[in-house]
């Protein structure tokens, strides 16, 4: 069975900081390019990165300054930093493997104060 696992997300105030982690499998991880995307309630599931396999990066002008995703090798996960967030960074945040189509089963973040 393929596992996306993602974990880290919370509730932040604005202006606050998380990280989100993905971690899968050595052949899942090697032979994907990863990427986190979101979904806001009654919203589409939006990409909001993506990271290849050497390590060439891509974000959403709205998260751009803000996020940075990252992947360690090593240890086959992925990461987004998130800072300065804002409310209407809230969201489910899903990690997908973008070759092979795998899904992660999401992490709530909510920004509020």
């Known amino acids: 069975q393929v596992q996306l696992v993602e974990s880290g997300g919370g509730l932040v105030q604005p202006g606050g900081s998380l990280r989100l982690s993905c971690a899968t499998s050595?052949?899942?991880?090697?032979?994907?390019?990863m990427a986190w995307y979101r979904q806001a309630p009654g919203k589409e599931r939006n990409l909001v990165a993506s990271i290849s396999r050497g390590g060439s990066t891509w974000q959403v002008d709205s998260v751009k300054g803000r996020f940075t995703i990252s992947r360690d090798n090593a240890k086959n996960t992925m990461y987004l930093q998130m800072n300065s967030l804002k409310p209407e960074d809230t969201a489910v945040y899903y990690c997908?493997?973008?070759?092979?189509?795998?899904w992660g089963q999401g992490t709530q973040v909510t920004v509020s104060s």
């Open positions: 997908h493997a973008m070759e092979s189509g795998f």
């Open positions: 050595r052949s899942i991880f090697s032979d994907n390019t």
